[in-house]
């Protein structure tokens, strides 16, 4: 990445619903994949377990079954490809939400970085098991796995319109005032 560019590569990163439906190639895959020997995790722990599908009729039923109970689920119907970002609870009892979903937003910018876009179906619910219920029971997916979300990919067929930004110092708080400078 070019100097200066890293602003540009997170402006870049939006939430992208709709799909065409050209299929991803496999080397990008593999080149995306590559960046989970480089993510930080709860003790070193390195606790994901990706499953990646691009099986039409498996999307197909995963994306019908969750849009009767969670609406926005529907980005996973015209995706060619989604990746169930799931922690192994074994390997990461307490900061198994955080493990995951620093995973799943490393993927997500990994995708965009390389032209794909996606969005984040969120599985997880800390009061409710019925969406990872759902995912587990389509894909088989054994109980010891949490499912935080599931990354529709595909190669972008919207421009997201532009959103509204808070302002950076209602964000950000200094400890120190005098050193203000945004
Ligand atoms: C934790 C989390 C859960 C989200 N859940 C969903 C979801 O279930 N369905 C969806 O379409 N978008 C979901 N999103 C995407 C947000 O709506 C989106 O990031 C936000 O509107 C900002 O837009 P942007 O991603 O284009 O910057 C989720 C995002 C996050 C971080």
């Known amino acids: 990445m070019k100097k200066n560019n890293f602003l540009l590569f997170f402006k870049k990163r939006r939430s992208i619903r709709c799909f065409i439906e050209k299929e991803i190639e496999k080397e990008k895959i593999l080149k995306i994949i590559k960046i989970f020997k480089y993510l930080p995790s709860s003790l070193n722990s390195q606790p994901w377990k990706i499953f990646i599908i691009n099986n039409k009729e498996k999307i197909k039923e995963v994306g019908e079954k969750l ?108 400890y120190n005032k005098r050193n203000l400078f945004i």
Request: hydrophobic share 40%; proline share 6%.
């Open 67 to 174: 849009s009767k109970i969670h609406k926005y689920s529907y980005p996973i119907l015209n995706a060619p490809l989604i990746a169930i970002v799931t922690v192994d609870q074994d390997l990461s009892k307490k900061h198994f939400v955080e493990d995951g979903s620093i995973a799943a937003f490393s993927l997500w910018l990994a995708a965009s970085y390389l032209g794909l876009g996606s969005v984040w179906i969120a599985i997880y619910d800390p009061n409710s098991e019925e969406r990872e219920n759902i995912v587990r029971k389509v894909f088989s997916i054994p109980k010891k796995y949490r499912i935080i979300c599931i990354l529709p990919i595909g190669y972008p067929k919207e421009k997201p319109k532009k959103k509204q930004i808070r302002n950076i110092n209602e964000i950000i708080n200094f």
